[in-house]
């Protein structure tokens, strides 16, 4: 009988098995490690990259918004007990997390007002977070008044959310004494903010310094 082709025929013994299960076994665990890698060097790059857009985003938002506005306003927070009235405005050298760019009509000739400007607008932007110092969504809202109003900035700004709220960034916070905002000199603001992408295990964060300033 040939001895090569009975031995084909045999199969293999429990040791060659067991070699070729634990060959097998290394082989598996180094593509799952491979692919691992692959998914998460994959999720990192995402989260970097929505992280940019946002700034970028926030930054061309800003430019554009800032340059519509004819004042701006600090507040400590976006709380109705915050702005109830002139007293709560934030001056130079205070920091808050409500910001609100005020944009005025041309002057009226209309008696008892003349030379006032109507506001015709709001743009309100604020950091919405439950503890200090935590990220929190920082929001956007617009209120437009197309006839003009002559109500105080306080009187207009509204008790809850507007429906047209937008947030902007949902992972941010102030780095300005733990708030967002920095009153520079009563016209000019700084904007000190971490922005941050991910979730709990892994997080990307990126500081966001940006000096916003009303029309000349």
Do not use: W
């Amino acid at each position: 009988m040939d001895k090569s082709k009975s031995s084909l025929n045999r199969g293999l013994s429990l040791a060659e098995l067991m070699v070729a299960l634990a060959i097998l076994g290394v082989v598996i665990a180094m593509t799952l490690s491979f692919f691992n890698e692959m998914l998460t060097g994959t999720f990192e790059q995402e989260q970097k990259n929505e992280l940019n857009r946002s700034i970028r985003a926030l930054m061309a938002d800003f430019s554009a918004q800032s340059r519509q506005a004819d004042y701006i306003l600090l507040y400590k927070s976006f709380a109705p007990n915050d702005h109830k009235n002139t007293d709560d405005r934030l001056f130079e050298g205070k920091t808050g997390n409500f910001l609100l760019l005020v944009i005025q009509g041309e002057p009226t000739n209309q008696q008892g007002l003349s030379n006032k400007r109507p506001i015709k607008k709001l743009i309100g932007y604020y950091l919405s977070s439950k503890e200090t110092n935590k990220p929190g969504p920082f929001k956007r809202f617009l209120i437009e008044y197309p006839k003009g109003t002559y109500n105080s900035p306080e009187d207009l700004i509204p008790k809850s959310e507007p429906q047209n709220t937008k947030i902007l960034v949902h992972q941010a916070r102030g780095l300005a004494n733990d708030q967002a905002f920095y009153n520079l000199n009563n016209r000019n603001v700084i904007i000190d903010m971490s922005l941050s992408s991910g979730n709990e295990t892994k997080q990307y964060s990126h500081n966001f310094y940006f000096t916003l300033s009303p029309r000349e």
